[in-house]
């Protein structure tokens, strides 16, 4: 699958995911960006004990 069938793929399926009605209305974030700040920082609301986290965490950490 070469990159833009992999975007387009992407894009049809990423609202399935839960938390695809987060992410999704935040400006900027559309399916792709969205479907990577989600492998990024995961999709378990515990992990992280707060947002201050965030800014410090590298992705996929």
């Known amino acids: 699958m070469d990159s833009r069938a992999s975007e387009e793929h992407l894009a049809a399926n ?3 995911h839960p938390d695809a009605e987060i992410l ?3 400006p900027g ?3 792709v960006l969205a479907a990577r ?3 990024g920082f ?3 609301p515990t992990r992280y004990v707060s ?5 410090s ?4 950490s």
């Not at 965490?57 to 996929?60: I, K, R, V």
């Open 24 to 26: 999704l209305p935040q």
């Open 42 to 44: 995961g999709d378990d």
């Open 29 to 31: 974030l559309g399916p």
């Open 37 to 39: 700040v989600l492998a």
């Open 51 to 55: 947002t201050a986290v965030w800014t």
């Open 57 to 60: 965490a590298p992705p996929g």
């Open 14 to 16: 990423f609202g399935r």
